[in-house]
């Protein structure tokens, strides 16, 4: 009998070892598969950073958000700042109607104070920042800023335009509802290109 | 000039080629490219005026419709280089110079086609495009972010002296071939750009170990932070060696050991889109570094050692988007002693640069500029003497202009034109043109044809200095004119089945009035080296280069050079104190990613016999035999990203080899060496 209890022993040792060892291997491919499908971080940011400043082409902003006709047109980004250089370089030198542009890094929690996100004109908001998503968009959903965030659900949530991945490349998801309840107006030529988000809550004041 | 025929024939024959880029209609010729022209300050990665596609989003140009098109799922790790520039260029990125286990930027320059590479000792390196690599490279311009290193007294790059940290550096640009319309004297055979990161792109604080055979260490901490204007990185580094420790002159005992301690700062500060500063300090001191040479005299030595260090600040302001006006200044200091008491020297260089970049219509780019340096000379604490006087001072201011047009669709002309003056050697010209045809978006090929020269170091010209105990002295004189060139090259680019990037070039050099160290009898010593122009010399070739992704995983390089020098002196040419260029010299590479967090990467290096200068016997070439080296490196990232660790051996194929020599060292044989290396970078939340 104490043969045989040995003999279970090793056969669950065995057993446990193949599965150790096939769980591995799964685990293994999983990476495997996901690297045939590497995004290029850098390329993905350029892109990103290029959008940017070609939103800010296709939106009309309500007159008395700038000072002078020769304001510059301020992108802040909210949370930890993805783009590195990449978007200052993407903007130098750059000028939209006339105006130059410039970035602001924001450092913001819910529930302080919006005085920051106010002296943007759009705003980048960062995966980074978490629940604080949802917070910053209820924050500044009626203030004249052309919010962008991160993946279909930030348009879906209240957010004016969401990045997604879609086949190697980057898209875009547009709330217009969002966007009229901030007063800003979207050309057609990007409603056209966007994919469109209705019939979503935008929060009340 | 049967050569420039040649070139222009091949570029305008090269016309009908258009079946494969149709010629746009008249109303859609392409605008000028606006960075198609080097730039002399790269420093500031947000520049307007840059070139590099690694410092300015290509992309920000494209519309909505074509951003939605651009493909992010990359074939391997690798940027993808690179410009469209009318010159033989090379990049050398950060991720090149990391999977190659380079420990120095002289190892990184081996990736480069076209540029000779001899490790003489841990720290000291000949380095040069296109032939004349010795100890003093001075057919070389060296830059770090645009500002200067070039040996107020011998000419040339101390590799081992300057505050160098290889984690700092974004990228290293090559030039082959003349570029001194932009940067005047000296870079005559070529340009390296050394490029350090943006602070923004390093943020947090960043560490690195190594150690390796030889008592080889490096301990390097870095921290970067921005804010909303500013971006700053301050870091740090500790690098020690026992040496090569192998081979070294029957004369005299090798000692390369070598240790130094490095810092360096640099800040951007953004005042508003127009107005950008940046500011950047550092310092290094080294102990020892310099195999002292034998030929120094029997007890004259002294403990080899050197201090360097900078300050420069530079000021970019866009007066509108096609006119950008750039004002850059920097101090350099600079003492140093190889070993040997004749030779202890300080300088300080202080240098003002103005450049004005303008796009007076879509198809026309223009750049005016004007720089001043100005080189002050102290030898008195050389024992007995280095040079005939205590203090040398000078001067050199040069103005220059480039232009570029967009004759056709396909057809791009760049004229460039320059003039220098130097307190001793006078008005010097500098002048190149360079047809380009574009080949579509990512080929095309260019015909050019430059006039060069190497202004000689003021210490030069004022050498007096004992070698031997006395018994020779090597003597300049302040007549000593500028060497000159007459460059004619050809060269072609492509991408080749949507991959596999591809150039060649083509080189034919006309070297005119070469200094030469020539022996001869007579006081103050038995010998005299004296130094003059009695020399005139030809080196042609070709240069191939070539990255292919293969796969997702797999990344192939190549690279091939074979070059031929024609010596026309009565002085013969290790006099010169440099080595022969190598007939063929060539690198295959690959990298391998098994993984997204295992890497795996190998470099073969291929470089053909050379004579060089001999340190047993002066007055004859030694003979230097062909070498083979191969080095690989397996490195493992976790965290995701924010570490890795390495191992690595570089020069596998052999227990040591001979590279190269010179009078001023005594010479060192390369060993084989194996290291470990941590990295860690600790991210801001």
Same mark, same amino acid.
């Given at each position: 009998?104490?043969?045989?209890?040995?003999?279970?022993?090793?056969?669950?040792?065995?057993?446990?070892? #193949?599965?150790?060892?096939?769980?591995?291997? =799964?685990?293994?491919? #999983?990476?495997?598969?996901?690297?045939?499908?590497?995004?290029?971080?850098?390329?993905?940011?350029?892109?990103?950073?290029?959008? =940017?400043?070609?939103?800010?082409?296709? #939106?009309?902003?309500?007159?008395?958000?700038?000072?002078?006709?020769?304001?510059?047109?301020?992108?802040?980004?909210?949370?930890?700042?993805?783009? /590195?250089?990449?978007?200052? +370089?993407?903007?130098?030198?750059?000028?939209?109607?006339?105006?130059?542009?410039?970035? +602001?890094?924001?450092?913001?929690?819910?529930?302080?104070?919006?005085?920051?996100?106010?002296?943007?004109?759009?705003?980048?908001?960062?995966?980074?920042? /978490?629940?604080?998503?949802?917070?910053?968009?209820?924050?500044?959903?009626?203030?004249?800023?052309?919010?962008?965030?991160? /993946?279909?659900?930030?348009?879906?949530?209240? /957010?004016?335009?969401?990045?997604?991945?879609?086949?190697?490349?980057?898209?875009?998801?547009?709330? +217009?509802?969002?966007?009229?309840?901030?007063?800003?107006?979207?050309?057609?030529?990007?409603?056209?290109?966007? +994919?469109?988000?209705?019939?979503?809550?935008?929060?009340?004041? | 000039?049967?050569?420039?025929?040649?070139?222009?024939?091949?570029?305008?024959?090269?016309?009908?080629?258009?079946?494969?880029?149709?010629? %746009?209609?008249?109303?859609?010729?392409?605008?000028?490219?606006?960075?198609?022209?080097?730039?002399?300050?790269?420093?500031?990665?947000?520049? %307007?005026?840059?070139?590099?596609?690694?410092?300015?989003?290509?992309?920000?140009?494209?519309?909505?419709?074509?951003?939605?098109?651009?493909?992010?799922?990359?074939?391997?790790?690798?940027?993808?280089?690179?410009?469209?520039? %009318?010159?033989?260029? $090379?990049?050398?990125?950060?991720?090149?110079?990391?999977?190659?286990?380079?420990?120095?930027?002289?190892?990184?320059?081996?990736?480069?086609?076209?540029?000779?590479?001899?490790?003489?000792?841990?720290?000291?390196?000949?380095?040069?495009?296109?032939?004349?690599?010795?100890?003093?490279?001075?057919?070389?311009?060296?830059?770090?972010?645009?500002?200067?290193?070039?040996?107020?007294?011998?000419?040339?790059?101390?590799?081992?002296?300057?505050?160098?940290?290889?984690?700092?550096?974004?990228?290293?640009?090559?030039?082959?071939?003349?570029?001194?319309?932009?940067?005047?004297?000296?870079?005559?055979?070529?340009?390296?750009?050394?490029?350090?990161?943006?602070?923004?792109?390093?943020?947090?604080?960043?560490?690195?170990?190594?150690?390796?055979?030889? *008592?080889?260490?490096?301990?390097?901490?870095?921290?970067?932070?921005?804010?909303?204007?500013?971006?700053?990185?301050?870091? *740090?580094?500790?690098?020690?060696? &026992?040496?090569?420790?192998?081979?070294?002159?029957?004369?005299?005992?090798?000692?390369?050991?070598?240790?130094?301690?490095?810092?360096?700062?640099?800040?951007?500060?953004?005042?508003?889109?127009?107005?950008?500063?940046?500011?950047?300090?550092?310092?290094?001191?080294?102990?020892?570094?310099?195999?002292?040479?034998?030929?120094?005299?029997?007890?004259?030595?002294?403990?080899?050692?050197?201090?360097?260090?900078?300050?420069?600040?530079?000021?970019?302001?866009?007066?509108?988007?096609?006119?950008?006006?750039?004002?850059?200044?920097?101090?350099?200091?600079?003492?140093?002693?190889?070993?040997?008491?004749?030779?202890?020297?300080?300088?300080?260089?202080?240098?003002?640069?103005?450049?004005?970049?303008?796009?007076?219509?879509?198809?026309?780019?223009?750049?005016?500029?004007?720089?001043?340096?100005?080189?002050?000379?102290?030898?008195?604490?050389?024992?007995?003497?280095?040079? $005939?006087?205590?203090?040398?001072?000078?001067?050199?201011?040069?103005?220059?202009?480039? &232009?570029?047009?967009?004759?056709?669709?396909?057809?791009?002309?760049?004229?460039?034109?320059?003039?220098?003056?130097?307190?001793?050697?006078?008005?010097?010209?500098?002048?190149?043109?360079?047809?380009?045809?574009?080949?579509?978006?990512?080929?095309?090929?260019?015909?050019?044809?430059?006039?060069?020269?190497?202004?000689?170091?003021?210490?030069?010209?004022?050498?007096?200095?004992?070698?031997?105990?006395?018994?020779?002295?090597?003597?300049?004189?302040?007549?000593? @004119?500028?060497?000159?060139?007459?460059?004619?090259?050809?060269?072609?680019?492509?991408?080749?089945? &949507?991959?596999?990037?591809?150039?060649?070039?083509?080189?034919?050099?006309?070297?005119? @009035?070469?200094?030469?160290?020539?022996?001869?009898?007579?006081?103050?010593?038995?010998?005299?080296?004296?130094?003059?122009?009695?020399?005139?010399?030809?080196?042609?070739?070709?240069?191939?280069?070539?990255?292919?992704?293969?796969?997702?995983?797999?990344?192939?390089?190549?690279?091939?050079?074979?070059?031929?020098?024609?010596?026309?002196?009565?002085?013969?040419?290790? &006099?010169?104190?440099?080595?022969?260029?190598?007939?063929?010299?060539?690198?295959?590479?690959?990298?391998?990613?098994?993984? $997204?967090?295992?890497?795996?990467?190998?470099?073969?290096?291929?470089? @053909?016999?050379?004579?060089?200068?001999?340190?047993?016997?002066?007055?004859?070439?030694?003979?230097?035999?062909?070498?083979?080296?191969?080095?690989?490196?397996?490195?493992?990232?976790?965290?995701?990203?924010?570490?890795?660790?390495?191992?690595?051996?570089?020069?596998?194929?052999?227990?040591?080899?001979?590279?190269?020599?010179?009078?001023?060292?005594?010479?060192?044989?390369?060993?084989?060496?194996?290291?470990?290396?941590?990295?860690?970078?600790?991210?801001?939340?």
């Amino acid at each position: 009998m104490k043969q045989d209890c040995n003999l279970n022993v090793m056969k669950r040792f065995r057993t446990s070892l #193949v599965s150790l060892v096939m769980a591995c291997a =799964l685990l293994r491919a #999983v990476p495997l598969h996901g690297q045939s499908n590497e995004v290029d971080e850098d390329k993905a940011l350029k892109v990103k950073a290029a959008y =940017l400043l070609n939103f800010t082409k296709f #939106v009309t902003w309500p007159a008395d958000v700038f000072e002078d006709a020769h304001s510059p047109i301020v992108i802040g980004i909210v949370g930890i700042d993805p783009f /590195g250089s990449i978007l200052d +370089r993407t903007i130098k030198d750059k000028t939209v109607a006339g105006r130059p542009l410039t970035v +602001r890094r924001i450092q913001w929690r819910a529930g302080e104070s919006t005085s920051a996100l106010k002296q943007c004109h759009l705003l980048y908001v960062s995966p980074s920042l /978490g629940d604080g998503v949802a917070a910053l968009i209820d924050a500044v959903a009626h203030m004249p800023i052309l919010t962008i965030g991160e /993946g279909e659900e930030f348009a879906k949530i209240g /957010g004016i335009l969401g990045f997604v991945a879609e086949g190697g490349r980057i898209v875009f998801w547009a709330n +217009r509802k969002a966007a009229e309840a901030a007063k800003l107006q979207l050309n057609s030529q990007l409603l056209k290109l966007a +994919r469109p988000i209705e019939d979503v809550a935008v929060a009340k004041d | 000039m049967e050569l420039v025929g040649c070139l222009l024939m091949i570029v305008v024959l090269s016309a009908p080629a258009s079946a494969q880029t149709p010629e %746009p209609s008249a109303n859609e010729k392409p605008p000028l490219p606006k960075d198609n022209l080097p730039n002399r300050d790269d420093r500031h990665p947000q520049s %307007p005026e840059h070139k590099s596609e690694d410092a300015k989003n290509e992309l920000a140009d494209l519309s909505l419709e074509e951003l939605m098109s651009v493909q992010v799922v990359t074939a391997s790790r690798k940027a993808e280089p690179i410009d469209t520039v %009318p010159y033989a260029m $090379s990049v050398i990125t950060k991720e090149d110079i990391r999977s190659a286990g380079a420990r120095s930027i002289p190892e990184a320059l081996r990736l480069a086609a076209g540029i000779d590479v001899a490790e003489l000792s841990y720290s000291n390196a000949a380095v040069s495009p296109r032939g004349f690599h010795g100890f003093l490279s001075r057919q070389v311009l060296v830059l770090v972010d645009g500002r200067q290193i070039f040996d107020s007294h011998f000419g040339g790059t101390l590799w081992g002296a300057w505050p160098f940290q290889l984690e700092d550096i974004e990228r290293i640009e090559v030039i082959r071939g003349p570029a001194g319309v932009v940067w005047g004297a000296n870079a005559m055979n070529g340009v390296i750009n050394i490029i350090t990161k943006d602070p923004a792109d390093q943020l947090g604080t960043t560490m690195k170990l190594t150690a390796g055979s030889r *008592g080889a260490q490096t301990e390097y901490i870095g921290h970067a932070f921005r804010d909303e204007k500013l971006r700053l990185r301050l870091s *740090g580094e500790y690098e020690g060696s &026992d040496g090569f420790n192998r081979g070294g002159s029957w004369l005299g005992g090798l000692e390369d050991d070598y240790k130094t301690g490095r810092m360096n700062l640099y800040a951007i500060y953004d005042e508003n889109p127009h107005d950008t500063f940046t500011l950047s300090a550092g310092s290094g001191v080294v102990d020892g570094g310099f195999p002292r040479t034998p030929l120094a005299g029997i007890g004259w030595s002294r403990n080899p050692g050197a201090q360097a260090s900078y300050v420069s600040g530079s000021w970019s302001h866009i007066i509108d988007k096609d006119n950008t006006l750039k004002l850059n200044a920097y101090v350099n200091d600079f003492y140093g002693s190889p070993g040997v008491p004749q030779i202890d020297y300080r300088y300080q260089q202080l240098a003002f640069q103005l450049s004005q970049s303008l796009r007076p219509s879509e198809n026309h780019a223009l750049t005016w500029g004007m720089d001043t340096r100005a080189d002050l000379l102290d030898a008195s604490n050389s024992d007995p003497q280095m040079l $005939s006087r205590n203090f040398v001072s000078t001067g050199i201011l040069g103005f220059y202009v480039q &232009d570029e047009w967009r004759l056709a669709p396909q057809w791009s002309l760049n004229l460039g034109g320059r003039l220098d003056y130097e307190c001793y050697g006078g008005f010097q010209p500098s002048a190149r043109a360079a047809l380009t045809r574009h080949l579509g978006d990512t080929s095309h090929v260019y015909a050019a044809v430059s006039r060069a020269f190497q202004m000689p170091p003021v210490g030069l010209r004022f050498m007096d200095l004992p070698m031997l105990n006395g018994l020779a002295w090597a003597q300049g004189h302040r007549g000593i @004119d500028s060497e000159s060139l007459l460059a004619y090259e050809l060269g072609y680019r492509t991408k080749l089945f &949507d991959r596999l990037h591809l150039s060649l070039n083509a080189f034919w050099n006309e070297y005119d @009035d070469m200094t030469t160290l020539s022996p001869q009898l007579g006081p103050p010593g038995l010998i005299t080296l004296d130094i003059d122009n009695r020399a005139a010399a030809s080196v042609y070739g070709v240069e191939m280069e070539a990255r292919y992704p293969v796969s997702k995983k797999l990344t192939l390089l190549a690279n091939y050079t074979h070059q031929e020098l024609d010596w026309r002196s009565s002085a013969a040419y290790h &006099d010169k104190d440099l080595m022969s260029p190598p007939k063929n010299k060539a690198m295959i590479g690959a990298r391998y990613s098994a993984t $997204s967090d295992l890497h795996f990467s190998s470099n073969l290096y291929y470089v @053909d016999a050379v004579t060089a200068p001999n340190v047993d016997f002066p007055f004859v070439a030694r003979s230097i035999d062909s070498y083979l080296r191969w080095d690989l490196r397996a490195e493992y990232t976790f965290w995701k990203n924010s570490a890795s660790f390495a191992v690595g051996v570089r020069n596998l194929t052999d227990d040591s080899h001979a590279e190269g020599g010179t009078l001023f060292l005594n010479y060192a044989e390369v060993p084989r060496m194996i290291y470990a290396e941590f990295r860690i970078q600790i991210r801001p939340r």
